[in-house]
């Protein structure tokens, strides 16, 4: 099993995408036996002239000033991209697109609609990174890989064992289909379930992700851990600690209401801080 097609997704404001993610989606295509292309966003800052604005703040300068600067990071992250990729022998595109700040997160889920994985690094702070994971995990229609720069670890060069976080449900099926060619390649797969969680995990539930793991040949091993009223982060966290996985596979949860995004919890958990590289479906 392989993913044929994947996308790095590069951004360059207001926190630009680190050389050594490049380095590790570089790394992770080469170890999937993958080809890898590379979308890089420039931010463009539509204003109307303001005399005022522009007299107090310089409001149209600062705009431009700052396009320019994303133009540039592109310029230089798409430039290592090619390099790091065709030495690799993994290169299949780059491209570059501008369009309005805003609209940075939407444009990146459209285009991952069309791949068999997005690669998504996290940089910086101020909830920016999450809500550009948030809004690709659940607009692209397609598995995404989040990951905090420099990171990856393993997951890049193998050797790891990978968690599925399970409860029976069609987010979390779909997710461990997704993830496969990932978990084919680990040492050994431990299927997580989490009682005193959600009505419908107990005890037995992950037996037949068991099974059905073990029938594509994985090593695979059941973690069933108690709640005990805990957030579900926290009982991620403590797993994660404890086990140190390349790499966690889960389900994403979400529905709007009210124009207000809510999440389940233990998707909000892994978009704020997720605890290893983390591969969602929706």
């Known amino acids: 099993m392989s993913f044929p097609d994947l996308l790095l997704a590069i951004e360059s404001f207001p926190d630009p995408t680190p050389e050594v993610a ?3 989606a ?27 604005a522009d007299y107090l703040i310089g409001l149209t300068a600062t705009a431009r000033d700052q396009e320019a600067a994303s133009r540039d990071l ?12 065709g030495e690799a022998g993994v290169f299949t595109a780059s491209t570059r697109e501008v369009c309005p700040y805003f609209e940075i997160a939407d444009r990146l889920a459209h285009r991952a609609r ?13 909830g920016a990174p999450r809500e550009t994971a948030q809004s690709v995990v659940f607009g692209a229609g397609r598995p995404v890989l ?3 720069a420099g990171e990856m670890g393993r997951l890049a060069t193998g050797g790891g064992q990978a968690v599925v976080a399970w409860d029976g449900s069609r987010g979390a099926a779909r997710a461990m289909a997704d993830a496969m060619p990932i978990l ?3 040492t050994l797969v431990r299927v997580l379930v989490v009682l005193n969680d959600k009505p419908t995990a107990d005890d ?17 091993e059941l973690d069933v851990v108690d709640g005990a009223g ?4 926290a009982v991620l966290d403590s797993h994660i600690r404890e086990h140190s996985p390349e790499l966690l596979v889960m389900g994403a949860y979400g529905h709007s209401r009210m124009r207000e995004f809510l999440l389940g919890g233990a998707t909000e958990h892994v978009l704020a801080d997720p605890p290893c590289p983390v591969l969602l479906s929706h």
């Open 22 to 24: 490049i380095d590790e």
């Open 146 to 148: 989040i990951y905090r």
């Open 204 to 220: 037995a539930i992950g037996e037949e992700a068991l099974r059905h793991l073990r029938a594509h040949g994985l090593a695979a």
């Open 114 to 126: 069309t791949y068999d994985l997005c690669l998504l690094p996290l940089s910086g702070g101020f």
């Open 74 to 85: 592109c310029d230089q992250r798409l430039a290592a991209f090619e390099r790091k990729a």
């Open 184 to 186: 084919s390649r680990s």
């Open 26 to 52: 570089v790394s992770l295509a080469a170890r999937l036996h993958g080809r890898l292309s590379a979308l890089a966003v420039e931010a463009s800052f539509p204003v109307r002239r303001n005399a005022m």
């Open 230 to 233: 805990r957030p579900i982060g």
